[in-house]
């Protein structure tokens, strides 16, 4: 093989190898966003790749946005994506928040957050208020 041969070879190796890495990248941020967009979720590509870029775990933080949705729990992605930042359970929150509404309990997402950031279960804390508020 001459230079020319050798060189024109390496470059479709690297253009492919560049365009499966884009393949399979683009899908992964496209599942993501074609779930949430087929649940009626305002979650733009853009907004997936950049959770990602700081380390975020896109899915994660889309998919408690979801059951926020789903649950008609009112919390920005934003207030997920910090909460999952922290090292707490977004999706125990959003359930937590969903519960405390069904059950008639007053929980703030503030202090759901707080609960699950002490390692305590927010849907415990929920049902717990609510059977002392029926003892009573």
């Known amino acids: 093989m001459d230079s020319f041969t050798t060189g024109i070879v390496a470059l ?4 492919a190898i560049v365009c499966v ?10 599942r993501t966003w074609f779930r ?5 979720v305002n979650v733009s590509l ?10 975020v775990p896109a899915h994660k933080v889309v998919n408690a946005y979801i ?13 997920l994506e910090e909460h999952i930042v922290a090292r707490g359970n977004a999706r125990r929150v959003v359930e937590g928040l969903i519960a405390a509404r069904n059950l008639g309990v007053d929980l703030s ?4 957050r707080s609960i699950d950031l002490q390692g305590r279960d927010v ?3 929920v049902e ?4 002392k508020r029926t003892a009573h």
């Open 36 to 40: 949430a967009h087929v649940s009626g």
């Open 67 to 79: 059951a926020a949705h789903v649950g008609q729990v009112d919390v920005s992605l934003e207030e």
């Open 46 to 55: 853009l907004e997936i790749v950049q959770m990602s870029m700081r380390r």
């Open 12 to 15: 479709t190796v690297a253009i």
């Open 109 to 112: 997402l503030d202090e759901a």
């Open 21 to 30: 890495v884009a393949i399979v990248a683009y899908l992964y941020y496209f």
């Open 123 to 125: 849907v415990e804390e």
């Open 128 to 131: 717990a208020i609510a059977a």
